[in-house]
């Protein structure tokens, strides 16, 4: 995890002074205005996501193959609790259901990503298609149009084919590449007529994590910088073989999803403070964006990874390098750009030794902070700081030519004992984030979608079941794995029903609403518990009566 600091509060009263800035995105223009009533363009998509193995379950049903989480799951330790995702919500299953909840929602959109090794279950194309995959996933899709919700489909949401991680080194392998271009046009063959939203990666930024996510490897700097140079190059691949071969036919769009966190400098006046807060940004989103869509790494990065790199004694930068032809080739491969944002993290200049090793969070030369009077709903990094939103969208439009974005991500998790489904927190980080988001459309940025981050509690990768993002409440001790809406289900689809915020007097009427629905849930779940706990009793009885009576 990153290092994380408290922030003293004399950091907080710094920012109220402005200086000018000579950047395009002017750092200095922190605007945090009043609760914005307004509505957002007309076709403004709406919609939540998941993931195939936060999902689905079905880990090893109907010929699907091992994937590195199927794998790394399964060692004791790595996973809060020992959990799996072996079964998870049983999406696999319940998709049905699920499509008729969004259908209540009156969700415009779906994202959710396919599984490589449900439909190639040794990751070759050429090897083997498991066609009861396919079939999944035709149904999902057809189910979803016939309800009038637009599939958005993510191609490589972490779950890389587990032989291909064993076989080929995974992405650190360069021959990824034509194996991820071989599943990518499969996907367009089976599934293109119908789908015409596609994401190629889901966050490659979380390659870095150390050790923390499958396949557990702890690849430090070196390693995830190869591992990211092959994923741009497998995006820009996959761009071009649908560029080439499907978009006369299909008329679809290809985009990439990259999650970032706002910086924001501690200290506005300070140069210094500016300078490793966009620096914090270029390292986390601009490792990716920039060369999709300019071709190369950011300056930045090239600059202070080379300058480690010397000083580390070793003959060339421990940042790969696109050849001409291959910046060409990247540059531009991007239809839409899909982001998710959670949180914000003030960022100070802190200089690290080149002699500590190789390392990116020690190559960024920063360090991150929070305000302790940030609302922390549990999560040990996420923090609700609903301006950063704007800025973070803000920044997007300046910095690379204001692209037509999707919010792939956004969303707020709980981690308690109790269950308690009326989570006025979340209803009200989806208000506030959700507002920011329009703020930064009538400043011009070219947003054209929100996804709400999760349509239901799953399996949140190392934290198991114990955080939970869900607008629905998944009862994961059920065998049966019932759904119960939150508050946060009403609130967000009255945001749906009016396309925004139309007044005051209408949008607090929206939580009081929301609270009387979650209490029914309440109700209903206490219910199925008390039934539950009652079989368990009575069947526990049964089984011990025989030994009673012998006494």
Known sequence: MLQRCILRPYHVLALVLFVSASDDFDWTKNERTSFYYGT????????????????EGAWNIDGKGMSIWDAFAHKKGKIFSNDTGDSSCDGYYKFKDDVTLMKDMKFNHYRFSISWPRILPSGLKSEHINEKGIKYYNDLINMLLDNKITPIVTLY???????????????QNVSMVNYFNDFANLCFERFGNRVKYWITFNNPW?????????PGLKLKGTGAYKAAHHIIKAHAKVWHTYDMQWRSKQKGLIGISLTADWGEPVDITNQRDIEAAERYIQFYMGWFATPIFNGDYPQVMKDYIGRKSGQQGLGASRLPVFSPQEKSYIKGTCDFLGLGHFTTRYITLKNYPSGIGDSYFADRDLAELVDPQWPDPGSEWLYSVPWGF??????VKTQYGNPMIYVTENGVSEKVLCTDLCDDWRVKYFKDYINEMLKAIKDGANVKGYTAWSFLDNFEWDEGYSERFGLYYVDFRNKN????PKASVQFYKRIISSNGFPNQREVESWKRKAVETCSSSNQLLAAARRKSQGNQEHAGMQKAWPVHDEV
């Open 40 to 55: 957002f363009p007309t076709g403004f998509s709406w919609g939540a996501g998941s993931s195939a193995y936060q999902t």
């Open 157 to 171: 949401h972490w779950d890389l084919p587990q032989v291909l991680q064993e076989k080929y080194g995974g992405w």
């Open 206 to 214: 979380v390659r870095i994590r150390n050790g923390e996510h499958a």
């Open 390 to 395: 704007r800025r973070l969208l803000n920044f």
């Open 481 to 484: 794995k019932p759904r119960y």
